[in-house]
């Protein structure tokens, strides 16, 4: 089936050590978002592609990067993970026009020790 | 700002009816999104709406009035299994490229 993976479900890493979230899509859609969402809050977008085209939220910090490769393929890049950025980070594609629902993967449960 | 309000957390009894409201005030207005999301999982899409008017489908209909910035979500014949939070998400031209705003979510608990 068609769908959007992300791996792994959960991580844990070491505050200060960087760490990569990874995402895949067979749906071939031309956008990808990554989203944060902490316990009991909204997800806030932080970042997404328009095709090639990376658009920065405003407030995202600096810490997160992402890259993607391909159309397939979307990395989400914690340079140093502090304490507060553990959460949910949930990757989400939709095809190109308004009124399109977004997909999400399962999400990658983030923890730092 | 942009700003979307939900209550925190509904109470409701298996086989009964819920409607959880969500309100909104955005710099202009794309589509409406109901999502379902159970505890450590991802959203998932349950309902759009972008005229006013009631979309139904199955057990869950969804709402929409643009001129009062509302929305709400009706579920009928609950069933335990529709124990999860549901989430209002509103698209709206500064968005960034189709993507939503998502409101707190209503965590919803169903009693036997």
């Known amino acids: 089936d068609a769908m959007v993976i992300q791996n792994p479900r959960y991580q844990v890493t070491q505050f200060g050590k960087p760490v990569t979230l990874s995402c895949s899509q067979t749906?071939?859609?031309?956008?990808m978002y990554w989203y944060q969402q902490k316990s009991s809050q909204a997800p806030k977008l932080l970042f997404h592609?328009?095709?090639?085209?990376?658009?920065n939220e405003a407030d995202t910090p600096d810490n997160f990067q992402s890259r993607r490769p391909n159309t397939s393929f979307c990395f989400l890049d914690i340079r140093s993970p502090g304490l507060g950025d553990a959460a949910m980070y949930l990757c989400?594609?939709?095809?190109?026009?308004?009124?399109?629902?977004?997909?999400f993967g399962s999400g990658t449960q983030l923890s730092v020790l | 700002g942009q700003n979307i309000d939900q209550p925190t957390e509904m109470t409701a009894t298996e086989g009964a009816i819920v409607q959880i409201n969500c309100t909104y005030q955005?710099?202009?207005?794309?589509?409406l999104f109901w999502y379902q999301q159970h505890a450590g999982e991802a959203p998932t899409f349950l309902s759009y709406?972008?005229?006013?008017g009631l979309e139904e489908k199955g057990r869950f209909s969804s709402f929409l009035s643009r001129s009062k910035g509302y929305s709400y979500l009706l579920l009928k014949e609950l069933q335990m299994k529709d124990s999860a939070s549901y989430l209002c998400?509103?698209?709206?031209?500064?968005?960034?490229?189709?993507?939503?705003?998502f409101g707190k979510g209503t965590h919803l608990i169903i009693q036997p």
């Open positions: 955005t710099s202009g207005f794309n589509g």
């Open positions: 989400a594609t939709s095809k190109q026009g308004r009124g399109e629902k977004l997909f």
């Open positions: 709406n972008v005229l006013d």
């Open positions: 592609y328009y095709d090639k085209d990376f658009n």
């Open positions: 998400a509103v698209r709206w031209p500064g968005g960034g490229a189709d993507g939503l705003t």
């Open positions: 749906l071939n859609h031309n956008v």
